[in-house]
C-alpha cells in the first residue's frame, strides 16, 4: 500500500547532528501519520516521534523531547528527523512508519507500514 525509503543515516560523534528523510510513494491517499522508530539488536522497536499528516501535531518519546524534531514537506511527501545533540545511547536503526488507521490519541502501536531503516551510530 506504500513504499517508505529512509535515508541520512551515518555515525557521528557524541553532541553532533543527523537529519534522516523519509520518501513515501505508491499510496493512493495520504496516510494520516507518520513516524520514525528505532531499534537496537535484541531490543524491541520504540516510537521516537510522530507527525499528523493533516495538522502537524507531534509526539515524541520523553528520551528526545528537546532534541529531535520532526517535520514534514508534503509536496515532496517527505518526513524528516531532525537529531541534535546526539548520545552514544541514541546509536541504533531508524525506521520510518505510516499508518491510516490511528486511535486518538495516537498510540505507536497503530503504525503498521515501515521503511528498510536507516543505521545511526553515536560514538563518545
Known amino acids: 500500500q506504500v513504499r517508505l525509503v529512509e535515508s541520512g543515516g551515518g555515525s557521528v560523534q557524541a553532541g553532533g547532528s543527523l537529519r534522516l528523510s523519509c520518501v513515501a510513494s505508491e499510496y493512493k491517499n495520504r496516510p494520516a501519520y507518520m513516524g520514525w522508530f528505532r531499534q537496537t539488536p535484541g531490543e524491541e522497536r520504540e516510537g521516537v516521534a510522530s507527525i499528523s499528516t493533516a495538522g502537524d501535531s507531534t509526539v515524541y518519546a520523553d528520551s528526545v523531547k528537546g532534541r529531535f524534531t520532526i517535520s514534514q514537506d508534503k509536496s515532496k511527501n517527505t518526513t524528516y528527523l531532525q537529531m541534535n545533540n546526539l548520545k552514544p545511547e541514541d546509536t541504533a536503526m531508524y525506521y520510518c512508519?505510516?499508518?491510516?488507521?490511528?486511535?486518538?490519541?495516537?498510540?505507536?502501536?497503530?503504525?503498521?507500514?515501515w521503511g528498510q531503516g536507516t543505521q545511526v551510530t553515536v560514538s563518545s
Open positions: 512508519a505510516t499508518t491510516w488507521w490511528y486511535s486518538v490519541p495516537i498510540q505507536w502501536s497503530d503504525f503498521r507500514f
